[in-house]
């Protein structure tokens, strides 16, 4: 995206940031995988959003000190060696173009930098991204550098940035929906090609193959998250990705899976027949999701609850398991429907959102709509999800190009 969307990102995140205060961000860098191999590298997302910045180990300082603020970009120190193995890294002007930020210095002045700001004011809070999913996750580089700083500066206030800035990411500009629907697009390419090659006895993984083929011929560089190919039984366990099951005759596939553009995300489920044909039963199953998704689609709109569209979309559910005889009351229904309806979508795949997962839905917001029923014992794990930008007066379907009707997949199929 053009430097000017992160300009105006940092903006419009200073202005809800206190006087005396200064954001510090890491890019982070790539864990150790094994021996002197390591995992693929992703940016920490809200680093991104402020710089449009790709690469490891690059730290950006926003300060606001008696209402000036203050944007430095901290790249890391050239190693004309190092990058005969591993490439060339970024430049201060290649810095400037990308980011838009002016200041664009090398890591020996960080430490001097922020002691200089720290000791030049009297009351100082220092926002870092301390978000963690669990207390025995690995500490993070902010959660480090915070410590080592409330350690030797004690008087500062150390605070975490993300209920500043998940406002901020939940609204997407123009260009964050264009480079999303730029991902939903190659994802809906990927999964007609599933359809067109699947076929009985092949493995889970290699009809996969054919999706990730798909992403990376039109450049894709890293998925959303690890691709969902569950097909029968497997299709009632939610995350399953093992994806190393033969697929039978008769069975239903269900694929979750999306393509990442630019470190924005699409995420989309759809469940077809590999013998190109649905059953009764499973035909019934499949429309009962369908009419869920669907009705919750048309209930998106801005001033909406998200906790209370859950409980709706639950009851529906519940609705259709009884007509299917699963259910006697409402109640039961967690026996073959135990998640929510949807999720925030953007440069996470569960994006960032506010108290957790609820919030009133505005204009802007990406959010998923993935209804499903998972019966076990039949050998049926259906689940539908599109992709949903709320829009001024209701909402548009960004997956809209994916067929989900069963005439519609039948006829693909052939």
Not at 40 to 67: A, C, D, M, W
Not at 108 to 137: A, H, Q, S, V
Not at 246 to 262: V, Y
Request: glycine residues 6%; charged residues 30%.
């Amino acid at each position: 995206m053009n430097k000017d969307v992160y300009i105006e990102n940092r903006i419009r995140f200073m202005e809800t940031i206190e006087n005396n205060s200064m954001v510090i961000l890491f890019a982070g860098t790539a864990p150790k995988k094994t021996g002197d191999e390591l995992y693929q590298f992703t940016p920490n997302r809200n680093f991104y959003y402020l710089t449009g910045i790709e690469e490891e180990e690059h730290i950006v300082v926003l300060s606001k000190i008696n209402n000036v603020v203050s944007e430095k970009l901290f790249l890391m120190e050239l190693d004309l060696d190092k990058e005969l193995w591993n490439g060339k890294t970024l430049r201060d002007n290649e810095g400037k173009d990308i980011s838009g930020i002016k200041d664009v210095i090398y890591m020996k002045e960080f430490y001097p930098n922020i002691n200089r700001i720290i000791n030049g004011t009297l009351d100082i809070n220092l926002y870092f991204d301390l978000e963690r999913e669990n207390i025995e996750e690995i500490d993070s580089p902010a959660n480090v550098f915070a410590k080592e700083i409330k350690n030797k500066y004690p008087q500062v206030v150390i605070r975490s940035l993300s209920g500043k800035i998940a406002p901020l990411r939940m609204i997407k500009s123009e260009q964050e929906i264009a480079e999303m629907q730029k991902a939903i697009d190659i994802t809906i390419d990927g999964v007609k090609s599933l359809m067109k090659n699947a076929k009985a006895g092949m493995m889970e993984y290699e009809l996969e193959a054919y999706f990730d083929f798909e992403c990376k011929t039109k450049g894709v560089k890293d998925f959303a998250f690890t691709t969902i190919a569950a097909a029968g039984k497997n299709a009632a366990i939610l995350h399953y990705v093992e994806n190393n099951s033969e697929i039978k005759d008769g069975d239903l596939i269900l694929f979750d899976l999306g393509a990442q553009w630019n470190c924005y995300n699409a995420d989309i489920t759809r469940v077809f027949p590999v013998s190109g044909k649905f059953t009764d039963r499973q035909k019934d199953v499949y429309e009962a999701v369908l009419r869920v998704n669907k009705a919750v689609i048309k209930k998106i709109a801005p001033g909406v609850d998200s906790k209370e569209l859950n409980l709706w979309a639950k009851d529906l559910i519940a609705e259709e398991c009884i007509k299917l005889g699963l259910i006697k009351e409402k109640s039961e229904v967690s026996k073959y429907y135990w998640h929510s309806i949807g999720h925030n979508l953007g440069l996470d795949t569960h994006d960032l959102g506010m108290h957790g997962r609820e919030f009133i839905f505005k204009e802007g917001i990406v959010f998923t709509v993935e209804p499903g029923i998972y019966i076990s014992e039949e050998n049926i794990g259906i689940r539908i999800e599109d992709d949903i930008l709320v829009t001024k007066d209701g909402c548009e379907v960004l997956t809209k190009n994916m067929i989900k009707e069963v005439n519609e997949i039948e006829e693909f199929m052939k």
